[in-house]
């Protein structure tokens, strides 16, 4: 188990995304992911407000829902660590305080729980004052409906400004980052994310992990995306530099026997700022490969080689 930054809250150190909730896996199918997932010892689930508004039939909350139904189900909401995000849901868009608020108790009514544990401005708002955002989930804080609040999707220079805010006015400082991470989209993160991670001890849950299952080594022809429901999000990885990067995580998967999604994990949990890295499972066959990347120690000479093929890109 691993701590979340300067929180007390120990994870496994491999977090379910509830991405597929209610998009690729319906209810029953998410409730057989999340049972085996936490009979394989994971605890951490993230989601956010608006998984999934992206897909057709659906208006946001759906994840939520979900959760909510299981945890409800299962009886097992002390047991589960939840993260889960505002900003981009069709009905509260942006960062205004009131928006906050007004997310945030929608999200605690479709988790059917007091309590959010760790709660993400999803996407920057620079229309609305950082101080006013970070008065809000301070408050929601002091409410005890939040108990840490972290960053996703912020740049470099936002952090440091959230951070100095929040040490002027005595709010509650972020505890997580949640970046665009992998093998194949490492430069943003690295030289610009991972120092201010490091000095201020955030933990980094990368999303993306497996580069929307190319990292998986689903896809190795452009052919092999065609109908694909994350065809779109995997376009973008598809090129031959990014499939050098597949073909040395094959050669390494086979000399541990191992999948080629476990090593892809396991070279992000080698990289010295990383908490956990975020996963999603549409079916219940995917996620033994997901839970097993903590297990897997990649020797030095073999995390070398991944670094090295993925800097040509």
Do not use: C
Not at 27 to 55: H, K, P, V
């Amino acid at each position: 188990m691993v701590a979340i930054g300067n929180s007390n809250l120990d994870i496994y150190p491999l977090a379910l995304g509830g991405n597929t909730f209610g998009w690729t896996s319906d209810e029953d199918s998410s409730f057989e992911i999340l049972d085996a997932f936490t009979a394989g010892g994971g605890n951490f689930i993230d989601t956010a407000d608006s998984y999934s508004a992206f897909t057709d039939g659906n208006s946001g909350g759906e994840s939520e829902t979900i959760i909510g139904n299981w945890t409800a189900a299962r009886g097992n909401r002390d047991e589960v660590v939840i993260a889960t995000k505002v900003s981009q849901h069709p009905e509260f868009k942006g960062l205004e305080p009131k928006n906050i608020k007004a997310a945030a108790e929608a999200s605690l009514a479709r988790l059917q729980t007091d309590h959010i544990d760790v709660y993400y401005a999803h996407y920057d708002d620079e229309k609305t004052p950082l101080a006013d955002s970070l008065g809000a989930f301070d408050e929601l804080i002091k409410d005890g409906k939040v108990r840490y609040v972290a960053i996703s999707n912020y740049s470099a220079d936002r952090i440091r400004e959230w951070l100095s805010i929040a040490d002027q006015n005595d709010f509650a400082r972020p505890v997580a980052l949640q970046p665009h991470y992998n093998l194949v989209t490492r430069k943003e993160y690295e030289s610009e994310l991972a120092p201010v991670a490091t000095d201020d001890n955030l933990g980094v849950f990368p999303y993306f992990s497996l580069a929307a299952g190319f990292l998986a080594g689903k896809y190795r022809t452009r052919e092999d995306l065609e109908g694909q429901a994350r065809a779109r999000l995997a376009t973008g990885y598809f090129t031959d530099k990014g499939l050098d990067v597949v073909s040395t995580l094959s050669e390494i998967a086979d000399a541990h026997d191992a999948e080629i999604s476990t090593v892809a994990l396991a070279w992000l949990l080698e990289q010295p700022s990383v908490t956990a890295p975020i996963a999603s499972a549409s079916k219940i066959s995917q996620l033994s490969a997901l839970l097993a990347a903590p297990q897997l120690k990649l020797a030095a000479d073999e995390t070398a080689r991944l670094t090295e093929v993925s800097d040509r890109i």
